[in-house]
């Protein structure tokens, strides 16, 4: 595990002002945007706050102690499994004190790292991270400050908790059922295993992982093709069209999350490509959408709700006072097989 990052001494409008060589209330002036401060003013100021790294505080400044309030990062809304774990955080929630304030930052890692200060800076008194995106130093160092429980990345530290899905385990789930029904073209979809500032094990990497070593295990690992791409609608299209146009397209095709494979069911369409008897298709997440009746699609349930609640749980007990140990856990995921998979039919 990774050593805790030794807490910064916050910098203050008094360290700006010394740094400028200005007054503090020239500061403010600048700060507030106020009548009186010239552009050369404003200049030496914004230049001190920069070199400094001083971030102002957005809650009322006389504020101390708890705010009731938990932050949650995810990269977009639209992602259906997002909404099974910020159920899972809200029903834990409810019944006390605590709201939830949503950060939806965009799959960039400058635009989550923002979200996440921009929490901190409100005195939120933890964070849920989502598979966040942003550099692991800037986790490390805001969980040495502010409690928080990372979802979904397998990489561990002393200064957070942890919520994980055996990824790998899933993945074989997926490759045994397709290789059961005589598949041996299948394709993987997944975003990019890697994350800005030295994530390891994100849930994509050990997904691939996983994968990869199925098809090992059935001697199939010849035929393995990883497809990336973004876990959005599109995202699954692009890599859907990019697959089924191949010269020698894959029979089965698994997808990482449940939204991308959609968006290949999506491609498959506009090819003219029946699922399941042109292709069979299997997602992650086992969200609401898979369940669908024109859809039925097979997916790996990773219980996004327990995920959600078990995170809730895991950072009201360090906003209380629990800093003595990290914890994980590992949800067990299961294969719930609907109509979107079958034996493939003769090329």
């Known amino acids: 595990m990774d050593a805790t990052p030794k807490p910064k001494k916050r910098v203050t409008i008094t360290d700006v002002a010394r740094h400028a060589g200005v007054s503090t209330a020239a500061v403010s002036k600048v700060l507030r945007n106020a009548y009186g401060s010239s552009p050369a003013m404003r200049e030496k100021v914004h230049a001190a706050m920069a070199e400094l790294d001083y971030r102002p505080h957005t809650a009322a400044r006389g504020m101390r102690g708890r705010t009731y309030t938990v932050g949650v990062l995810l990269d977009n809304i639209r992602n259906a499994f997002f909404a099974d774990i910020l159920d899972g955080i809200h029903d834990e929630l409810q019944d006390g004190a605590y709201t939830v304030m949503i950060g939806a930052a965009g799959f960039g890692a400058e635009a989550q790292t923002r979200t996440v200060r921009a929490m901190v800076d409100r005195q939120?008194?933890?964070?849920?991270?989502?598979?966040?995106?942003?550099?692991?130093?800037?986790?490390?160092?805001?969980?040495?400050?502010?409690?928080?429980?990372?979802?979904?990345?397998?990489?561990?530290?002393?200064?957070?908790?942890?919520?994980?899905?055996?990824?790998?385990?899933?993945?074989?789930?997926?490759?045994?059922?397709?290789?059961?029904?005589?598949?041996r073209d299948i394709a993987l979809v997944s975003a990019s295993g890697t994350k800005a500032g030295a994530w390891r094990r994100t849930p994509e990497a050990v997904l691939t992982?996983?994968?990869?070593?199925?098809?090992?295990?059935h001697g199939l690992g010849a035929h393995a093709r990883v497809q990336h791409a973004a876990y959005s609608d599109e995202g699954g299209f692009e890599a859907g069209m990019a697959l089924l146009t191949a010269r020698r397209p894959p029979t089965a095709i698994m997808a990482g999350a449940d939204v991308a494979a959609l968006g290949i069911y999506r491609a498959a369409h506009e090819l003219g490509l029946r699922i399941p008897r042109d292709l069979s298709l299997v997602g992650y997440n086992n969200t609401a959408l898979a369940a669908l009746a024109p859809v039925q699609l097979t997916s790996v349930d990773q219980a996004g709700h327990t995920m959600g609640a078990t995170a809730a749980r895991m950072l009201i007990d360090r906003v209380e006072g629990r800093r003595d140990r990290a914890m994980q856990t590992t949800m067990t995921p299961r294969l719930v097989v609907r109509g979107s998979t079958t034996a493939p039919r003769a090329r």
């Open 209 to 217: 992982s996983g994968y990869l070593a199925a098809m090992d295990h």
């Open 124 to 183: 939120m008194d933890g964070l849920v991270l989502i598979a966040p995106g942003c550099p692991r130093p800037e986790v490390l160092a805001t969980a040495a400050t502010t409690p928080t429980v990372v979802i979904g990345h397998h990489d561990t530290a002393d200064a957070h908790d942890s919520v994980v899905d055996a990824d790998g385990i899933g993945a074989g789930l997926v490759v045994d059922h397709l290789t059961e029904l005589g598949h």
